[in-house]
């Protein structure tokens, strides 16, 4: 209902998160257990800033955000902003300087929609893949990862090809997903390397 969705907008603006995105990975957490405190956490596409914020409220846990986009002054303790393409080894580099290995990737970034479903699909698995082996380039072993993927024929897939380098695969939609939307949540744990099928 139009109603619900507001009450998220609503609680996002009252307890002051960015983006109601947040009660996404607040809830995909309680759930999975995809970062813990004292960790290093990398969170891809992150751009306004809402699962930064999450991940940040944890009082010992290391947050590295990095987006093509700025995402604009952030008061967060423990964090470091990264404006960089994923596909550079530049961008790589920059990362692995902060910490030489991330205990957990996270992903809410989605591709600019169009309107068309089968194009915004498309376009979301495009992206995924590219954040997935920039993950796989900055994980810990028995590393999590969780990222956003646009629900159409070519998910199953994807997913299968991800899975094999995790012990654990998942897809769930949280709570605060808008109604209608064709988003969905994929979350691995337990990163094995990359390794040739």
């Not at 700025?70 to 990264?82: P, S, V």
Request: proline share 2%; aromatic share 12%; hydrophobic share 35%.
């Amino acid at each position: 209902m139009y109603n619900r969705q507001d009450a998220f907008y609503k609680k996002a603006k009252r307890e002051g998160y960015r983006s109601r995105a947040a009660y996404k990975l607040i809830e995909l957490n309680k759930k999975y257990e995809i970062y813990r405190n004292g960790q290093y956490v990398l969170d891809v596409g992150c751009a306004p800033g809402g699962w930064s914020q999450v991940v940040a409220q944890m009082s010992k846990t290391r947050i590295v955000g990095v987006d093509l986009l700025e995402t604009g002054e952030m008061e967060l303790d423990r964090y470091t902003f990264i404006q960089g393409d994923i596909t550079e080894q530049e961008t790589v580099d920059k990362v692995l300087a902060v910490s030489s290995g991330y205990d957990a990737v996270i992903s809410d970034a989605a591709p600019n929609t169009s309107g068309s479903k089968l194009l915004d699909h498309v376009n979301s698995i495009e992206l995924v893949r590219k954040i997935f082996y920039f993950a796989c380039s900055v994980l810990k072993p028995g590393g999590n990862f969780v990222c956003k993927v646009f629900e159409g024929e070519d998910r199953d897939a994807l997913v299968k090809e991800m899975r094999v380098h995790f012990e654990f695969c998942k897809q769930f939609r949280p709570e605060a997903t808008r109604k209608g939307s064709f988003e969905m949540y994929v979350i691995m744990k337990g990163f094995k390397g990359l390794k040739s099928e």
